[in-house]
């Protein structure tokens, strides 16, 4: 079983593009509800099931929320993302807010979304937010959120079956993915720097050898 990163420090970055504010305002909490006055709004899930149904399936939280940072639509991903980043009931999280309020500050509108990417303990999320132009009676924003942790994990089964990786050359790459050094993947599993080297080579071994013989792989 791959194991769990755990950062010592908070880390929070955000990524944005071209022009902005140097200014920055401390976000106010906004109430986190999946209701809200403006009824018209959710239109684009409600009058076609179909929406409600691919929303859900997505691997991803997803969000829409009014300028006024009222939510809109939350699907039940994002609510359980909601509920580990924040600390109190009933409220947007805090990095969410920093996020939709240094979009909403820009001086230009770009089709672009704002990243951040927040690191707390065991926990990594990759966030994201743009605006969505719906012919709304008001501007929303659209809120991505993704569990890096979770997409790594997902992301490591596939590739143990692939590329043929024992349960040790998996966890090594795990490991090796969120950038421990060496010495750091021996000092945690408790083998020899040497064993580790030779674990790291038959893992690009294997990934060379698959990459040479096909190119189109199914997973069944």
Not at 78 to 97: H, V, Y
Request: hydrophobic residues 35%.
């Amino acid at each position: 079983m791959p194991l769990e990163i755990q950062p010592s420090c908070l880390k929070v970055y955000s990524q944005q593009r071209s022009t902005r504010r140097s200014r920055r305002n401390e976000p106010n909490r906004r109430e986190f509800s999946s209701s809200t006055s403006a009824n018209s709004d959710r239109d684009f899930v409600s009058h076609d099931p179909m929406w409600g149904v691919l929303l859900e399936s997505m691997p991803l939280g997803v969000m829409v929320l009014a300028s006024s940072l009222q939510t809109v639509y939350c699907n039940e991903k994002a609510k359980g993302f909601c509920d580990r980043l924040q600390n109190t009931d009933d409220e947007l999280p805090i990095s969410i807010c920093q996020l939709c309020q240094r979009l909403m500050q820009e001086d230009s509108v770009s089709s672009e979304p704002l990243i951040m990417e927040y690191q707390e303990r065991d926990q990594f999320f990759r966030l994201q937010a743009r605006w969505m132009d719906l012919s709304a009676t008001q501007p929303l924003l659209l809120v991505l959120i993704e569990d890096c942790q979770e997409s790594m994990r997902k992301e490591l089964v596939i590739e143990q079956d692939k590329y043929d990786l024992t349960d040790r050359e998996a966890e090594i790459w795990f490991l090796l993915r969120q950038k421990y050094s060496y010495q750091d993947i021996s000092d945690l599993l408790r083998i020899s720097l040497n064993t580790v080297k030779t674990h790291v080579k038959n893992i690009y071994s294997k990934r060379k050898n698959l990459a040479n013989e096909r190119k189109i792989w199914y997973s069944r």
